[in-house]
């Protein structure tokens, strides 16, 4: 049976390992599926969805949202990291997010730049249809970001509203 293109919910494989994923990452790529599904993706037709691990063990979802004017889409795993935001949690340990590609697609830099105000580090899966999946790390995919310590190091060190006297 040809099963290469079919959403199986049996082993998802780590590509550069080929062993299974361990079962916590296995269940967040697993909730990403599933969330594509939730995508409103008219226009690219390209649904995206995306599981996030907060450090105390809640799991959030999301999808692309698009609009007729295109500027205002929200990706997926934006949409996720707002919901873990409203509810509380900004610490994320992990992230995985589905699309239709294969070999699986990485996050936009908007993304990227989202997930490091709320993570030093996170695991990242990548995952494509035929459950293969790319695991790395938010520092591998934004290395040197930008992060909010740049921003609270100088308003705590400086008492001069950012004269730089
Ligand atoms: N998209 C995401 O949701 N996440 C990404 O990391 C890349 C792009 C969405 C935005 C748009 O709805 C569609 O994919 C095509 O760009």
Known sequence: VNRSSSVSSDVIVDMATGEPLPPLLHDLAERARQAQALAYAPYSRF???AA??????R???????ENASYGLTVCAERTAMYQ?????ARQVAAIAI????????????M???TLAEFAEE???VLLSPSGQAQVTTLSTLLPQAFRPSALIAT???????GRGE
């Not at 996030?52 to 063990?57: E, F, I, K, P, Q």
């Not at 873990?84 to 509380?88: C, D, I, N, R, Y």
């Not at 589905?98 to 830099?109: D, E, F, K, Q, R």
């Open 84 to 88: 873990a935001v409203l509810a509380g």
């Open 155 to 161: 308003t705590e060190a400086k008492d001069d509203h």
């Open 47 to 49: 649904p995206v969805g």
């Open 111 to 113: 993304c990227r730049q």
């Open 52 to 57: 996030l691990r907060s450090r105390d063990g």
């Open 122 to 124: 996170a695991q990242i």
């Open 98 to 109: 589905c699309t239709n590609l294969s070999p699986p697609a990485a996050p936009c830099g």
């Open 59 to 65: 799991v959030f979802v999301g999808a692309n949202v």
